[in-house]
């Protein structure tokens, strides 16, 4: 045994009575923003501005809305005097009682002003000059009109020449929840609506944050259920967190923080937090933390599952019942013995490895003693709340990772049960809004979500069997054109950044990228045509609740002020490309963006019939209601016959028997493996070849963090110097390597190195660095990235199953910059 | 003198989001380097190795700090030019036409509450959000944080309701100029001058 000091040593020598002194900031320097009207300015600065500004000399307090991808929908009340947006204030309604909560929206919406009023605004239709690189950043502005007419030409000829699936829609999710404005799902934007006018475009499945756990639930329990919601683990004996972490990535006061926090709180449930990093829902609620390494979640359980079937603290009544493959008494027909999950756990199966805590120990680094007590206190507790994050499933074995903590809830006996769980993310009370804007897309095929730079650089190669294409055998043609609305997955969310970029650069392969967007983001860098968004503070839309644990809601963000410069919202920009196209009124059926609104809550309330009208919801801005407790699969609980789940055993599948066909049919690179059990894998660049490869022995992760959410608000000042983008680095790692706390390191291995400064750190596991996803990457002369983007590391490489994105799954090495 | 107020910070619920810091910011409309909340994170511990396996044992919570409008505001004893005063509720406020700018105050103060803002030339502090109190408002921090984790009032009402705590690490000693800052401690706080740990985020204070 020995220690390791995790005191980093960069700071204790500061006397005590200097609290704070340290970070005295010498007062001053540069004004926030220069002068001048929607010139990306803020209106006024200073104390004496400020009084004048007050509420109490504003022109009009108008509610809005901060729409990004964090799983919360916040509103805002926004102030107005002159024009102009002078201050951001939070909900004022309800209290603070899970249920009826006011919905505090968290410091990247208390910071919406910079967004709104940023120096990076896309300010006027865009063309790249011709003659220069994607990406080079040399740009003509052009009209309005010339920009629809380009794109309809474009669009017209691409169809005519490639068809319809050439035509592919990139996800995004930088405003979500709204109707009209939304970006996600592709379906059902407003660019999708166009499309579907002129015979459609290429889909894709699944997303960045969870393609693989819904590919796994599709296996495992027939579709995507989600589990228990936050509130309902009042009920449970035990909640278990694998890779979970509301307090970061879902941090509104409104939603998930404050029901997990509230619920921690006045009913103080046991809570143990399994992730490689010391997380803020770690800090904060866990009473145990247990600090896996990355990508070994299938390992760990299998331990725990070794501890519990030794001890017979598993449900086998429920196994029985419910479940189709722990043991060998309750197997698909024609599947040889040994391929039961006891069978793999007992070393009765093929590989002939008895799954002990020991031999979970030396995988995931966690002492078998502490996973036998892990197995003797989960064995023990009944219900058990067990949610997974999306952490665990973004890796390249993530589909079982997924599975693996599925199967520990069916262990446990507590699904559909309160109190319990299924071992999915939690779910939340919901509102069945409607939505009468989404039209069907003609084209039935679809690829992955991560699959679309393959699309573009061997289309015609990909098949279903090798690159899960659905609704054909194969690809009839590469990507030849891309929207790109409100996204960054075109260059700074996809992995390999530098490798995107190269693809990106040959137009003769792709030939036209659109982005819309608000900022310059790094996707609307490498665009074609760059089209102006206005923000949601700019135009109206209906949003359609986040998730926020027993509570439901509904918020009509307002108009708050007139779009800045000459930015044009995407609802006048595609009826201004159907008009060039000879749709029209197709596209709009002579409705304004809100007479839209106004349909979407006249149909929503056919199904909420308490929902007030529009005119009184407008006056509200925010409307609640107290739901209930989500219970995951309850009904399945009750009675399993008369509520089979959408499996083909109607049963959960530990053994899944599609999977089996697969793991024999499907065509995969070599060190890939699908397996019908959710067994731990060993993969490229996993745990396991982290401790021999020399060159590059660190895992690097990406957690959420409170700067962004993804990359928006990635440029907004206030956030950046608030929460600085700094990798993550144990104590011990950092020492080894002569790294004191905020120093400028480089992480790097063959494809790509990022700059930034270090926060040494207890708070994560030795051997790991955690990159926060999301910032924008910014090359220097040398090809070095100073903006810190993690995907300047990952790879392409999907997932076997999901074929989706295994972004968590990378070595890298660590030295001072 | 009506009664004093004074902040509630429960440490047991701070995420150390900065809500709170931003939601100042943005009402105070305050330029570029002067933050009036913000947020420590103290941190420490150690992992014991066993062969391939590690335990950790680590620590870590925020601390969330303004101006405490201290009984003994060192600021107003050492400001020069009298532009220093504190209010009827003990809430410390700045004299704009009589201060200089000097910065003594800023020195003194062992928060490092009062700050200079380069805009105006002057000093520059938390009021408690004077305008909205007026209003019957909270200020707002309080009204912002995400996670309850603020409140504030007469400190003889908080200290009733949660006792008398005000210092922690990486707090300096109460002593010195007695703040009326009332703190619910996370699990792991340690007591003012025992600490064990490191300021994580000194750059971002």
């Known amino acids: 045994m020995s220690l390791i000091e995790a005191s980093s040593g960069a700071t204790n020598q500061i006397g005590r009575r200097s609290i704070l002194k340290w970070g005295a900031v010498a007062g001053g320097g540069a004004a926030l923003v220069g002068t001048g009207s929607y010139l990306g300015v803020l209106p006024g600065v200073g104390e004496a501005n400020a009084a004048q500004l007050s509420p109490t000399n504003a022109d009009k307090t108008v509610w809005s809305s901060c729409n990004v991808n964090c799983g919360s929908r916040c509103p805002l009340r926004m102030v107005v005097k002159d024009g102009q947006i002078t201050r951001v204030l939070q909900d004022n309604t309800g209290d603070d009682s899970i249920g009826t909560q006011q919905i505090r929206a968290c410091v990247r919406g208390r910071s919406i002003r910079q967004r709104i009023y940023n120096p990076d605004r896309l300010k006027t239709p865009m063309r790249r000059r011709p003659g220069t690189l994607r990406g080079e950043g040399k740009w003509d502005e052009i009209t309005w009109d010339e920009a629809y007419e380009e794109i309809a030409q474009t669009l017209t000829r691409l169809i005519k020449d490639h068809g319809n699936e050439s035509i592919y829609l990139n996800y995004g999710t930088g405003t979500l929840g709204g109707t009209i404005t939304r970006s996600w799902p592709p379906a059902q934007t407003p660019v999708a609506r166009l499309m579907n006018t002129i015979g459609g475009y290429l889909n894709h499945y699944g997303d960045y944050s969870s393609a693989q756990i819904a590919g796994a639930a599709s296996h495992h329990y027939g579709g995507w259920i989600g589990s228990n919601s936050f509130d309902d683990a009042k009920n449970a004996k035990l909640q278990i967190m694998f890779g979970n972490n509301p307090l970061e990535t879902r941090m509104s006061g409104g939603g998930e923080t404050f029901v997990t926090q509230q619920t921690k709180k006045l009913h103080n449930v046991r809570t143990i937090v399994i992730d490689p990093r010391y997380s803020e829902t770690a800090q904060n609620i866990a009473d145990l933390w247990v600090a896996n390494r990355p990508g070994t979640d299938a390992a760990l359980v299998a331990g725990i599952a070794h501890t519990m079937i030794t001890l017979g603290l598993h449900d086998q009544e429920f196994l029985d019942k419910y479940c189709v493959g722990f043991d060998e008494d309750h197997m698909p027909q024609g599947i040889p013995a040994g391929n039961s999950y006891k069978s793999y756990i007992m070393g009765q199966g093929p590989d002939g490895i008895e799954k002990t805590p020991e031999w979970a120990a030396q995988i995931t680094g966690v002492p078998a003693a502490q996973i036998v007590q892990l197995g003797r206190e989960i064995g023990a507790a009944s219900p058990v709340a067990i949610t997974q994050g999306w952490g665990p499933q973004r890796h390249a074995n993530g589909e079982n990772q997924a599975r693996a903590i599925f199967t520990l809830a069916a262990l446990t006996g507590s699904v559909g049960v309160p109190g319990g769980g299924t071992g999915e993310r939690e779910g939340s009370f919901g509102l069945p809004m409607a939505n009468p804007f989404a039209t069907d897309n003609p084209v039935e095929t679809s690829i992955s979500v991560y699959g679309w730079t393959d699309a573009v650089e061997r289309g015609p190669e990909m098949t279903a069997l090798a690159d899960g294409v659905r609704g054909k055998d194969k690809l009839g043609t590469g990507i030849k054109m891309i929207w790109q609305y409100a996204g960054n997955a075109l260059v700074n969310q996809h992995g390999d950044i530098n490798r995107t970029v190269k693809l990106l650069q040959d137009d003769t392969l792709c030939e036209m990228i659109v982005v819309i967007d608000n900022h310059m983001t790094v996707s609307a860098r490498y665009a074609d045509i760059l089209l102006p968004d206005t923000t949601n503070a700019e135009q109206i839309d209906v949003i359609q609740q986040g998730s926020a644990g027993s509570m439901g809601y509904s918020i009509v963000a307002d108009q708050v002020i007139e779009p800045l410069y000459n930015c044009k919202t995407t609802y006048e920009m595609m009826t201004g490309i159907a008009q060039k196209l000879g749709v029209e009124q197709e596209f709009t059926e002579g409705k304004t963006q809100e007479d839209w609104v106004r349909q979407v809550i006249d149909e929503s309330r056919e199904n909420i019939p308490e929902l007030p009208q529009f005119d009184e919801l407008r006056e509200m801005g925010v409307w609640k209601v107290k739901g209930e407790s989500r219970v995951a699969l309850a009904d399945f609980r009750t009675d399993p016959q008369a509520n089979p789940l959408e499996t083909p055993s109607g049963k959960i599948e530990i053994f899944s028997e599609a999977l089996w066909n697969i793991s024999h049919t499907w065509e995969l690179p070599a060190g890939d493996k699908i397996t019908a059990l959710p067994e731990h894998i060993d993969t490229w660049e996993g745990p396991t070849e982290a401790k021999t490869n020399e060159r590059f022995p660190l895992q690097v992760i990406g957690h959420h963090y409170k700067q962004r959410t993804h990359s928006s608000y990635g440029n907004v000042k206030w956030l950046a110097d608030a929460h600085p983008q700094v990798v993550w680095v144990n104590t011990a790692d950092a020492s080894a390597r002569g790294i004191a706390n905020d120093d400028w390191v480089e992480v790097f291995n063959d494809r790509g190195r990022v700059q930034l400064q270090a926060r040494v750190t207890a708070r994560i596991a030795p051997g790991v660095l955690s990159v926060p996803q999301g910032a924008w990457f910014k090359p220097d002369a040398a090809g070095i990235d100073q903006g810190g983007s993690v995907n300047t590391l990952t790879s392409w490489h999907p997932s076997p199953i999901a074929k989706g994105n295994a972004q968590h799954t990378t070595l890298a090495q660590l030295k001072l910059a | ?205």
């Not at chain 2, 900065?18 to 420490?44: F, M, Q």
């Not at chain 2, 950790?56 to 600021?75: E, G, H, K, M």
């Not at chain 2, 910065?103 to 490092?112: F, K, N």
Request: charge should be negative; include cysteine; aromatic fraction near 8%.
């Open chain 2, 1 to 205: 003198m009506t009664e004093q107020l004074g902040f509630l910070f429960d440490q047991s619920l701070c995420t150390g989001c900065k809500a709170c810091s931003i939601a100042c910011t943005d009402k105070h409309d305050l330029p570029e380097g002067v933050t009036w909340r913000r947020v420590a994170e103290y941190t420490g511990g150690t992992w014991q190795k066993d062969g391939d396996t590690f335990i950790p044992n680590v620590f870590t919570y925020y601390t969330s700090i303004s101006c405490n409008q201290c009984v003994d505001p060192i600021c107003v004893q050492v400001c020069p030019t009298t532009a220093m005063s504190e209010g009827e509720d003990g809430v410390v406020t700045i004299d704009q036409d009589k201060c200089v700018g000097c910065r003594y105050c800023e020195w003194a103060c062992p928060y490092s509450a009062p700050q200079f803002n380069a805009e105006t030339g002057h000093m520059s502090k938390c009021d408690m959000c004077a305008d909205y109190r007026a209003d019957g408002e909270d200020p707002a921090c309080v009204a912002a944080c995400p996670s309850r984790a603020l409140d504030w009032g007469p400190i003889d009402e908080l200290r009733a309701e949660h006792g008398d705590l005000a210092g922690v690490e990486p707090l300096p000693d109460p002593s010195i100029t007695r703040p009326n800052l009332v703190i619910i401690p996370h699990r792991d706080a340690q007591p003012t001058g025992t600490g064990t740990g490191d300021i994580a985020n000194p750059k971002e204070l």
